[in-house]
């Protein structure tokens, strides 16, 4: 499926088939498909992500939501120590491998609280960079998204999401300035990139938009996240602990291809590292499951680490990263940023290698798309 058919796929249910998809929606939903692993799809002869219902997004109020989920479910994220780090003499810094680190964070994630409640709940912040149409300069793209899949199925069950844009934004003092001398336009036109991609230039907001927010019935009234093929909550809470259990399961549904387009190819180590980061980031499963998925990873091939690693949102954390093959060919380093200290997720990065497709005309080390993880857990208030 091309990426243009993945797009129209990805609209709620409840639109009119004819009713047509702005630029900005399309080009959103893709950058999302691209960065984060997705909800449960609707089969209307292509698929669907189960929320992201309005892609317009500006910065949601922490809702007593939140609260809840950080003594039930997955604690938030720590924010960027404002001390520096403390120096050894004469220490001799000691570089570990993957491997190591990976079985490092799974014996941390394995100490997580599970935490009980009626919806899993998780909010993130997805960025992704464009080019100006004109002047020169690149803009990030920012937006808020949250959602809440209930525990219980059934035909009355519903999925729930707000999304809230936050506003476009020059990525550096260099841009900042490039987009002063254009004018310091409210609304910018960007180019998007690659093939299949949205036509005429895509225009941009520098401000906050409002919230919106929807709501849908579960996929065949009990599927609510997409592992490869669509799951039920009964298939993520009993995925086996064991790494090698956990690998089979997976592989199951591995087709050769990325788990977004048909038509480009996927190394099974790839799609391993892509799918099994959201048991790690943002899916309800145990957190021995998340451990052993962090040791199915560190058996993977080709598999990096990389040490202090700053996320969109100011966290250090350490990565560990695969390089998969884009649209146009091109290669993009796919990474999943964690805190060593906890195993908790931060963020998910996209790092050009070889600019290609949605990602052509950037530097090779452009992180182009993020999408930083705020929370996830279980919590018992409703959306």
């Known amino acids: 499926m091309n990426p243009i058919d993945e797009l129209k796929a990805a609209r709620p249910a409840h639109l009119d088939d004819d009713r047509p998809i702005d630029p900005r ?7 999302r498909a691209m960065s984060v692993p997705r909800p449960a799809r609707r089969r209307r002869g292509a698929v669907r992500p189960a929320w992201g219902l309005g892609l317009a997004g500006a910065a949601a109020a922490v809702t007593a939501a939140v609260v809840v989920l950080s003594m039930n479910g997955t604690a938030p994220a720590p924010r960027p120590s404002t001390g520096s ?9 000691v570089t570990l491998s993957a491997r190591d680190v ?6 941390k994630a ?6 009980s409640g009626a919806y899993w709940h998780s909010e993130s912040v997805r960025r992704t960079m464009f080019a100006a149409a004109q002047g020169g300069y690149l803009v990030m793209d920012q937006e808020r998204n949250e959602g809440w899949t209930p525990r219980a199925t059934g035909a009355d069950q519903e999925q729930w999401s707000r999304d809230q844009p936050l506003g476009a934004r020059p990525v550096t003092e260099q841009d900042r300035q490039a987009w002063e001398r254009a004018g310091s336009p409210a609304e910018i036109k960007v180019t998007v990139p690659g093939k299949g991609a949205p036509k005429g ?6 401000s906050p938009g409002k919230a919106s927010s929807g709501h849908m019935p579960l996929v065949d009234g009990d599927k609510v996240f997409w592992l490869g093929r669509n799951v039920t909550m009964k298939d993520l809470l009993g995925l086996p602990s064991d790494p090698g259990k956990l690998k089979r399961w997976l592989r199951a549904s591995y087709e050769g291809h990325d788990t ?3 038509s ?4 099974e180590e790839a799609w391993l590292f ?17 451990g052993a998925a962090f040791r199915m990873l560190a058996e993977l091939d080709g598999v990096k680490v990389i040490e202090n690693v700053t996320d969109a949102e100011g966290r250090r954390g350490t990565a560990v990263a695969i390089k998969e093959r884009t649209q146009g060919d091109g290669v993009s380093e796919n990474r999943l940023i964690f805190d060593e200290a906890t195993g908790r997720a931060l963020a998910n990065e996209n790092v050009v290698v070889k600019p290609g497709g949605f990602q052509a005309g950037f530097e090779p080390g452009t992180v182009w798309n993020s999408n930083a993880l705020i929370e996830a857990g279980w919590t018992d208030a409703k959306p």
Do not use: C, F, H, Y
């Not at 780090?85 to 810094?93: M, R």
């Not at 990976?102 to 014996?107: G, M």
């Not at 480009?264 to 190394?267: A, D, F, G, Y």
């Open 274 to 290: 892509r799918v099994s980061m959201g048991l790690i980031m943002d899916m309800p499963v145990t957190p021995e499951v998340r």
């Open 25 to 31: 929606t399309r080009a959103a939903e893709l950058s």
């Open 260 to 262: 977004e387009s048909s």
């Open 102 to 107: 990976l079985l490092a964070a799974a014996e």
């Open 201 to 206: 230039d895509l225009v941009l907001s520098t």
């Open 264 to 267: 480009v190819p996927m190394s």
């Open 110 to 115: 394995d100490r997580q609280s599970d935490g």
């Open 85 to 93: 780090p403390a120096s050894v003499p004469n220490a001799q810094k």
